[in-house]
């Protein structure tokens, strides 16, 4: 997944390191979008979404001095949400979203938004990042520490498979 810092951007970071807030602030705006999207598309919780995108930041201020400029600072933010959203899927138990009948959403894209979200935890996280979010598979064997790249491909398809078989009906 790649993704270049703009020429803006590389300005807030280096200003962020001196210890501009403000500038650290901007930095947080551009990606707050995305921070929020795939912490939610993890999490299906608002209320946990908004604490880990929260936590995020304080945790990217707080680590700010090991930021490595060779890696985007979008890539770098991203995973640092991943993480601590895979932390808090493992540590509460959240509730899965009930999916209802095929028939009772307005379109096929929403049911299958649905579908994802009721995911069992690794599948979603590996669905998401791999055809949602564009990570390879190393990058998000970085994440699974437990699970082998091929366990992380068999995991992936046997999703896709459950997922065309419920949208196929």
């Keep these: 997944m790649k993704t270049g810092n703009t020429n803006y951007v590389d300005y807030l970071i280096e200003t962020s ?5 403000r500038a ?6 551009i990606n707050l979008k ?3 999207t795939i912490c939610y598309r993890l999490l299906v919780d608002i209320d946990a ?3 880990i995108t ?3 930041y304080w945790g990217a201020w707080d680590n700010f001095g090991d930021y490595d400029s060779n890696v985007p600072f979008a890539i770098w933010i991203k995973n640092l949400a991943i993480k601590l959203s895979i932390n808090e899927l493992r540590r509460k138990s959240f509730q899965t979203p009930t ?3 095929k028939s009772d ?3 096929e894209s929403e049911y299958l938004e649905k579908l994802i979200m009721a995911l069992q935890t690794d599948e979603k996280i590996i669905f998401v990042l791999h055809d949602l979010e564009g990570y390879s598979y190393k990058e998000i064997g970085d994440f699974f520490e437990e699970l082998e790249i091929d366990e992380i491909k068999t995991k992936l398809i046997n999703t896709r ?3 065309m078989s419920k949208i196929s009906v």
């Design 17 to 21: 390191k001196s210890g501009s807030k």
């Design 24 to 29: 650290f602030f901007d930095l947080c705006e």
């Design 34 to 36: 995305n921070i929020f």
């Design 49 to 51: 979404t908004k604490k």
């Design 54 to 56: 929260l936590n995020t």
């Design 99 to 101: 999916v209802k009948e």
């Design 105 to 107: 959403y307005k379109s």
């Design 161 to 163: 498979e459950y997922l």
